[in-house]
């Protein structure tokens, strides 16, 4: 079964900081990979996904993320944090093999410091 | 004109009631899920439904029935509700499986009391 572990619970960085969050993977087969955003008492919002195309792939909002299989990683990054990037952020999962579930990390809240 | 609607946003009731959240998407897709939140954040599908057909099933107590009476709505009806059902209840939907996007409602914040 696939799964994701999201290195780091909480995540603190300065404003104008570069923003690392980390996502490591795990699948038997080549897998679909997602970062979703969630702020406060809000739904999810899908930032950027990897779907077997381009390994170096661009979201909303200046993010972006690049899958590694060697690595078994998608680490998501934005070169200048700010303060409206402060929520909760989820990597998750899916191989393109029957009914499987999405399946999401455990979340990593970012915090941006004025 | 919001994507995927839930209702009620709020939701407080006593253990052992039966209450139901809804769940309507306007995006034309085929694919509907709902997603159990906990406090802690961990986010968990709990059923997903294609074309009205229960299609994911993940080990949910049966207290939990949901019912899709067409491809743009996906009820939620639990049964004799219990402490651990408080959480933050999310729907979802996609056009197909796999790869596509999922579009999450606002959520649906249960307190059993």
């Known amino acids: 079964a696939q799964s994701v572990t999201q290195l780091g619970s909480h995540v603190s960085v300065s404003e104008g900081a570069l923003v690392l969050l980390r996502c490591n993977y795990s699948?038997?087969?080549?897998?679909?990979l997602f970062w979703y955003v969630q702020y406060p008492n809000q739904g999810l919002q899908l930032l950027l996904k990897?779907?077997?195309?381009?390994?170096l792939v661009k979201g909303i909002n200046g993010f972006e993320a690049e899958f590694k299989k060697s690595e078994t990683s998608f680490h998501l990054t934005k070169p200048s944090a700010h303060m409206s990037d402060a929520a909760e952020y989820f990597c998750?999962?899916?191989?393109?093999?029957?009914?499987?579930?999405?399946?999401f990390g455990k979340g990593t809240r970012l915090s941006v410091i004025a | 004109d919001t994507a995927v609607s839930q209702t009620p946003k709020y939701l407080v009731t006593q253990m052992g009631n039966d209450k139901s959240i809804k769940c309507e998407q306007n995006?034309?897709?085929?694919?509907m899920y709902w997603y159990k939140q906990d406090s802690k954040k961990f986010l968990k599908i709990m059923f997903s439904?294609?074309?009205?057909?229960?299609?994911i099933n993940e080990t949910v107590p049966n207290r939990f029935s949901p019912k899709s009476p067409d491809k743009a709505h996906l009820n939620l009806h639990i049964n004799s509700l219990e402490l651990g059902d408080s959480a933050v209840y999310f729907c979802?939907?996609?056009?197909?499986?796999?790869?596509?996007?999922?579009?999450f409602g606002p959520g649906t914040r249960l307190l059993v009391l």
């Open positions: 998750a999962v899916r191989i393109n093999s029957g009914n499987t579930p999405l399946v």
């Open positions: 439904y294609n074309n009205k057909e229960l299609i």
């Open positions: 699948s038997s087969v080549p897998p679909y």
């Open positions: 995006l034309g897709h085929d694919t």
């Open positions: 979802a939907s996609s056009h197909g499986l796999a790869g596509e996007t999922q579009y």
């Open positions: 990897y779907t077997s195309a381009a390994t």
